[in-house]
């Protein structure tokens, strides 16, 4: 019997956003080669859930809800390596990291520094 081929692994990327000390708003990541699957978080974060903010054009923004109308938030700590459904950044180009809820953003004390990975 002859043995399976390995199957090639999709294109795996990275890319760095940061949510500069003071804020609670991080730059944006190109998603045009593909979605958002992990999310690498800082050793220096101040504890916060965080959410996203998605674009089409890196020029208007929306806070990203699931199909209930609930906004989408992962309760995230120091130093994890946190799984994402890619489905959640399937149909934007752009997304942002948000600290905290819309309604009392967190501040960063200082420069926390995600690792996106990008299929």
Do not use: C
Not at 70 to 92: C, E, M, Q, W, Y
């Amino acid at each position: 019997m002859a043995e399976a081929s390995p199957r090639a692994k999709p294109t795996i990327t990275s890319i760095q956003v940061t949510i500069p000390a003071g804020q609670y708003l991080s730059n944006a990541a190109d998603l045009s080669t593909g979605n958002m699957v992990m999310l690498f978080t800082p050793l220096n974060w101040t504890p916060a859930n965080l959410g996203f903010q998605v674009s089409e054009d890196n020029v208007l923004w929306r806070d990203l809800f699931d199909a209930d109308g609930h906004r989408i938030l992962k309760a995230i700590g120091p130093n994890r390596a946190v799984n994402v459904d890619p489905s959640f950044t399937s149909g934007a180009l752009w997304v942002r990291l948000v600290s905290g809820p819309l309604q009392n953003p967190v501040l960063q004390e200082q420069d926390a520094v995600f690792t996106m990975v990008i299929q």
